[in-house]
């Protein structure tokens, strides 16, 4: 019998009261408060509120930092999954754990870290100040470097599943036939984990258009500059209800695309 077979079977039986209770209350946990935020969306003036000129400057700014912040991502996190899914080595474990770190750490304990090392005062930080002159927290580019930060483990975790689940064989034909490692890995290796990177950039990008305390603490709140969608939102809680739904509304648009992209390699069940 195959499981997609059990699985059918299985969904005639009768769920237990005591299992549907907590689990409809589990449900409607989740989706009422994105529920009122649908209400409370001001529909009538959601055109004129979409286009007025700081959410422009800051939906713009948010792509932006999210899409280079991915790109950097991509460049360092790529060949670092390849490293832990194919290569044995000393600390390898310990290499994994540092890599998730970011996942579990709060995004603003990640900010005050980056701002240790990357600050004027910092080790890094103060060495690019006094060589190049390059200044990172409370710019532009530190949103990005924030971004990057508590977004790269998701990219890292879904390459590295993908090359874990990639024929190797393919991998050896290709040195058989003589093809050296960077060739074999640039002509076999990435078209084969091609989807398991994409899907891993996909989430790295939402995750970072999404940041907030990393951002906030190591690269400000300044509009124009810094100030991203979730930095926006917090700001027009303050002073403008309405628009700080709106913009919510944005992002939470971007999370449903996303994960309705993402859907039958993540949630629907093999």
């Not at 003589?178 to 074999?184: C, H, K, L, Q």
């Amino acid at each position: 019998m195959s499981p997609r077979t059990r699985r059918r079977r299985g969904t005639g039986q009768r769920v237990p009261v005591a299992l549907l209770a907590p689990a409809a209350l589990g449900l409607l946990f989740l989706v009422l408060p994105l529920g009122g935020l649908l209400l409370r969306t001001p529909w009538t003036s959601l055109g004129s509120r979409l286009t007025a000129p700081g959410v422009l400057t800051a939906l713009r700014l948010s792509v932006q930092c999210a899409t280079f912040a991915t790109l950097l991502c991509l460049a360092l996190g790529v060949p670092l999954a390849w490293l832990l899914a194919r290569v044995e080595f000393p600390g390898r474990r310990l290499v994994r754990a540092l890599v998730t770190v970011p996942l579990v750490l709060p995004p603003v304990v990640g900010g005050v870290a980056l701002l240790l090392v990357l600050g004027r005062r910092g080790p890094l930080g103060g060495w690019l100040d006094a060589t190049f002159g390059v200044t990172l927290p409370f710019t532009t580019t530190g949103v990005v470097l924030a971004e990057a930060f508590v977004a790269m483990p998701f990219l890292i975790i879904a390459v590295e599943g993908a090359l874990r689940g990639a024929d190797h064989r393919y991998e050896e034909a290709a040195a058989t036939l003589g093809a050296g490692r960077w060739t074999t890995f640039t002509r076999v290796t990435l078209p084969l984990v091609a989807p398991g990177i994409a899907a891993g950039a996909v989430l790295c990008w939402a995750r970072a258009l999404g940041e907030f305390g990393a951002t906030i603490t190591f690269a400000g709140n300044y509009p124009g500059r810094t100030q991203t969608m979730p930095l926006a939102v917090y700001l027009a809680l303050e002073t403008d209800l309405e628009a700080a739904v709106v913009l919510s509304l944005v992002l939470l648009t971007v999370s449903v695309v996303i994960l309705a992209g993402l859907r039958d390699r993540w949630i629907t069940a093999p």
